[in-house]
């Protein structure tokens, strides 16, 4: 799955996690396509576990700036 504000393909390293999202995501549009898959080309990869490493730098740096006040 893509993100729609910046097009980087969600990873999920856990399978039955991946099935259980494309189904709930299947179900609210039966027209959509949506499948998993394993085969990620290799810089569509690297994008994504930037963006997740990213991520959670940043809910980290919140939680422990709303910790200090």
Known sequence: MRD????????????ERA???????QEENPRMHISVTENI?????????????DDE???TTKESNSQND
């Open 57 to 59: 730098k940043e809910t």
């Open 41 to 53: 080309p290799a810089p569509a990869l690297a994008r994504a576990l930037k963006k997740k490493s």
């Open 4 to 15: 729609i504000e910046d097009s980087v393909v969600h990873v999920y390293t856990r399978r």
């Open 19 to 25: 099935e259980k999202i494309a189904q709930l995501l």
